[in-house]
């Protein structure tokens, strides 16, 4: 924590911080501070040394590690505490564990690679090291089970709004989460659910943004896309993580007054992709094809049929596919 404090101290005051107001600050020895910044260089931070003026935040290039993520996390309770891993299984798995174990609402698992990253439908996640953004998110929200599938909708406009912020580049949502540019997939999302007797245990919500320029498994190359590719510049992993934290806990919070999509149903269908598209609905008790016409106040898709009438698609059962493609 103290290395995390000092970064963000260095960060705000942009200038050298003695080493005497650091020991104030913190109540600890001189030793202390010097080792601390010592390890945060280690770590890849530039951190400049000079007798009888202190330490200084030289240059502002991102390390991707838990004091960056700990340091910049400047939210309430979405994102605290963060705990980082270089390898995981899966931060799914990870934070499903530490739910149970005891980690509170609004925990983040962040890995910066994953050996066994998970997909929907029992698909795998391409998680190579060093390049994109995993985490998980854990709740423990205390509405009904059956709400928990809108809360992917609200993490999906919480990654919407905040790659848009710090990348500057227009995103949308294929209902109902995954993350689109160009017609292609740039991020994905996994919720697991942990009920018993009616209640909601814990909710993990899992996302995976492909950032930065990578070659893609020949199965998804012509679905996927990246970040830098689409923004033509290095994207900060960390800087994205808490901007989405923050994002997430504003929207949460206007989700949980209503505890629906009353609320969020605009700002939602303004990032919906196919909204006022034909669509076709794969639905296992057979595929029909309709108008989407943005979603209702339970996150279910409207879809208008031929015939006028319009059905409530339910995000937990099908999937939706543009007719020309995957959007
Ligand atoms: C999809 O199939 O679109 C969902 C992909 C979800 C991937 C993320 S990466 C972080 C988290 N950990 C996992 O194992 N999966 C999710």
């Not at 205390?142 to 990654?159: N, Q, Y």
Request: charged share 25%; aromatic share 8%.
């Amino acid at each position: 924590m103290m290395k995390s404090q000092i970064l963000s101290l260095l960060r705000q005051r942009g200038d050298f911080i003695s080493g005497q107001e650091l020991c104030e600050y913190f109540g600890v020895s001189r030793t202390a501070v010097w080792k601390a910044v010592g390890q945060l260089k280690k770590e890849g931070f530039c951190i400049e040394a000079v007798q009888n003026r202190g330490y200084r935040l030289v240059q502002e290039k991102e390390v991707f590690c838990r004091h960056e993520l700990e340091s910049r996390m400047d939210t309430r309770w979405a994102g605290h505490p963060v705990s980082f891993y270089d390898v995981l299984d899966s931060t799914n798995l990870r934070a499903k564990l530490d739910a149970e174990k005891g980690a509170p609402h609004g925990a983040l698992v962040v890995a910066d690679m994953q050996t066994q990253g998970r997909g929907r439908r029992g698909r795998g996640w391409n998680s190579p090291a060093g390049t994109n953004l995993y985490f998980t998110l854990i709740l423990k929200p205390d509405f009904a089970p059956e709400k928990a599938s809108m809360l992917t909708l609200v993490m999906a406009m919480a990654v919407s709004q905040g790659i848009m912020d710090v990348c500057q580049v227009r995103v949308g949502i294929k209902w109902p989460n995954d993350i689109v540019v160009d017609g292609k997939k740039v991020c994905g999302m996994l919720t697991e659910l942990s009920v018993q007797q009616e209640y909601i245990q814990h909710v993990v919500i899992g996302v995976g943004i492909n950032v930065g320029l990578q070659n893609f498994p020949s199965e998804i190359a012509e679905t996927a896309v990246c970040l830098e590719q689409v923004c033509g510049r290095q994207v900060p992993r960390a800087s994205l993580a808490v901007r989405i934290m923050q994002t997430f806990e504003t929207y949460y919070e206007t989700f949980l007054e209503t505890q629906d999509f009353s609320r969020l149903k605009e700002p939602y269908d303004r990032l919906l992709v196919n909204c006022g598209k034909q669509v076709r609905v794969l639905d296992p008790k057979g595929e029909y094809t309709g108008i989407s016409k943005g979603i209702d106040t339970l996150g279910e898709l409207l879809v208008e049929l031929p015939d006028g009438s319009v059905r409530a698609v339910y995000a937990g059962e099908v999937s939706v596919r543009g007719i020309y493609g995957y959007v």
